[in-house]
DNA sequence: TGAATTATGTATCGAACGATATATATTAGG
DNA sequence: CCTAATATATATCGTTCGATACATAATTCA
């Protein structure tokens, strides 16, 4: 847009940097249990220094949410949309819910929307419209990978996208939630062979 | 075990009825979200009787996970293992599942484990290994009945009972997630038939 | 009936909360 | 350079947090 500076002093520290460190420290901790002195520890400025960029403490954390949209952060649907073979994309698919599942990027584990901005819908006024639009979003996106495939014609013409799209989506929230009860990755991966064959099955 | 009365002035509140209480403000608000004054004014009694009778906040929060537990108060597991024609038990508890996903008792939507607790697995000591033996629990009970349908020869001897509670429980996870968003019950009813037929494939 | 025991109601504790007032530092434009 | 504009650092605001001290009420047991 444009590159003319900015007058006044300008900022020392990176917005993006600071947001993904705070959406860490939301993650971790939950809307609640993240302090904002938590949030400028994490995000490595002072307090008034948060308030002058991202509004208060609910603003961030709505910024946060769409962030993580916008960056495309969902590792799954990427390997889904990424791998040719449907096949193997489911596989990969839950492969990677699995892992996102277990380990632990910055102590945060699972989907950010899917096991911890859920749970602020009746309780931060914002969240449920992003939570919505997010699993629209998802689900549309799943079923326009399995839409391919039927073009392609590797699936027959009447098989049910958005079903299948739906049960994917219901399978990761399994996953997540097995995740953070502290099931192992060995665990979860015996049923991915007969998940995969559900999946394409007509 | 005794109906001798215990000395000293009795409670002059019901303890059960104040820990479903307590667990109903749990559920809407969140663990950190919901503050001792608000546990106390819902449960009708004042902050020292809290302690004196619960422990604090944490434990009175872990003793209501025990009481949602031992009350069987899961209804969607019930409707399972109660009606005896196996298809329409699965589609029973589907239903069950949309049911509470999207209807609010006391303003709580959903499971309270799988909704709520969850989220507060590596923040509160204590609710971890409870969930892990609830997501056992469950898929037990969930496994049970599909053997249940082997023994009377409904269902055949290599049933995959296991694989098939799991799918259960992750649908069930699923449509937890879309009850939170605000999805209504008409949409999430389409894909019933479909997932019952899904379930029982072999 | 008096001693022991337990619960209640009021009032409040120190700590942590979200948020900000104030003064200073750093930039662009005139 | 001076002014306007924006960011920073320090210090702290009033509120709410989880948790308790204290005095009083109600019960059992001797």
Excluded at 3 to 29: C, H, Q
Excluded at 76 to 83: D, H, I, K, N, T
Aim: aromatic letters at 8%.
């Amino acid at each position: 847009m444009s590159d003319t500076k900015k007058i006044g002093r300008p900022r020392n520290f990176d917005y993006d940097e600071a947001l993904v460190r705070a959406m860490s420290v939301f993650w971790t901790k939950g809307y609640d249990g993240a302090s904002v002195r938590d949030l400028t520890g994490a995000m490595g400025i002072a307090g008034p220094s948060l308030y002058a960029a991202f509004g208060d403490k609910r603003e961030l954390y709505l910024k946060t949410i769409d962030h993580y949209r916008d960056a495309d952060a969902c590792a799954p649907l990427v390997a889904l949309e990424a791998e040719d073979d449907i096949e193997k994309a489911v596989r990969d698919f839950l492969c990677e819910v699995i892992r996102s599942a277990t380990e632990h990027e910055s102590g945060a584990k699972g989907c950010f929307l899917a096991s911890c901005v859920v749970t602020t819908v009746g309780q931060v006024d914002g969240v449920a419209e992003r939570v919505e639009a997010a699993i629209d979003d998802t689900e549309k996106r799943l079923a326009a990978r399995f839409d391919r495939e039927i073009g392609k014609g590797t699936l027959p013409p009447d098989f049910p996208s958005r079903e299948r799209a739906a049960l994917l989506f219901d399978l990761r929230q399994g996953y997540m939630f097995r995740g953070r009860a502290g099931w192992d990755k060995e665990r979860m991966q015996k049923d991915i062979a007969a998940r995969v064959r559900m999946v394409l099955s007509h």
